[in-house]
Nanobody
């Protein structure tokens, strides 16, 4: 099974920014559809954003449009999630997931991906 590794989480004040990264261990995430998900305490895992293999197609949940940006970092062969104007309700564990079967425009925000990382904690608090 492929392994994904998230990084970039931490404690940040409201209004701040973070950039999360998703890397593959022993493979390149650039060859997959990649999605980002969040699980807040006591809540179900929520699909936030996805990006196609080519990088030409992206998709966002309505709750994060305008504040979250997904992209590919070709220099580091990672997929990032830039989060701006952080709010306390953005607190949670952020996961990246990869799929060869999905399309981002189709099921990209649904949790049926084949491979998942262990997550990185984001806490937004003053």
């Amino acid at each position: 099974q492929s392994q994904l590794v998230e990084s970039g989480g931490g404690l940040v004040q409201p209004g701040g920014s973070l950039r999360l990264s998703c890397a593959g261990s022993g493979f390149s995430v650039m060859d997959y559809v990649v999605g980002w998900f969040r699980q807040a305490p006591g809540k179900e895992r929520e699909g936030l954003s996805c990006i196609s293999r080519s990088g030409d197609t992206t998709k966002y949940a309505d709750s994060v449009k305008g504040r979250f940006t997904i992209g590919k970092d070709y220099a580091n062969t990672t997929v990032y999630l830039q989060i701006d104007s952080l709010k306390p309700e953005d607190t949670g564990v952020y996961f990246c997931a990869a799929s060869r079967a999905f399309t981002c425009s189709g099921h990209g925000l649904q949790p049926g991906y084949e491979d998942w990382g262990r997550g990185t904690q984001v806490t937004v608090s003053s």
